[in-house]
């Protein structure tokens, strides 16, 4: 079993910016890739950003390419999201979910197994 924590979301104007975190603990968080998805109300959850077990791969929804960031730290088995450059349509509850292989790009939340229990971020406009 892995255990997931997000934190950082909140409320921020349009055009500002978050950093969320992703706490891992349970397994060797270096085996897992790790993905971020959010979920707006009475909308599906789609895929934000996947990164690899070592880092070195990322990838994100064209929607978000450009303005956010995925980047790990094994040695503190946290996984963030840097998010900049927030618009309206960002406002989402956020998950970050762990896989034991890294799928790239694809959207498919049933790829991952483990699951946290979401931040709300809320853009303004």
């Known amino acids: 079993q892995v255990q997931l924590v997000e934190s950082g979301g909140g409320l921020v104007q349009a055009g500002g910016s978050l950093r969320l975190s992703c706490a891992a603990s349970?397994?060797?968080?270096?085996?897992?890739?790790m993905g971020w998805f959010r979920q707006a109300p009475g909308k599906e959850r789609e895929f934000v950003a996947a990164?690899?077990?070592?880092?070195?791969?990322?990838a994100y929804a064209d929607s978000v390419k450009g303005r956010f960031t995925i980047s790990r730290d094994n040695a503190q088995n946290t996984v963030y999201l840097q998010m900049n450059s927030l618009k309206p349509e960002d406002t989402a509850v956020y998950y970050c979910?762990?896989?034991?292989?890294?799928?790239?790009?694809?959207?498919?939340?049933?790829?991952?197994?483990?699951w946290g229990q979401g931040t709300q971020v809320t853009v303004s406009s």
């Open positions: 990164i690899s077990r070592s880092g070195r791969s990322t």
């Open positions: 349970g397994r060797t968080f270096s085996n897992y890739a």
């Open positions: 979910a762990a896989s034991v292989n890294y799928y790239g790009s694809r959207p498919d939340p049933g790829l991952y197994s483990y």
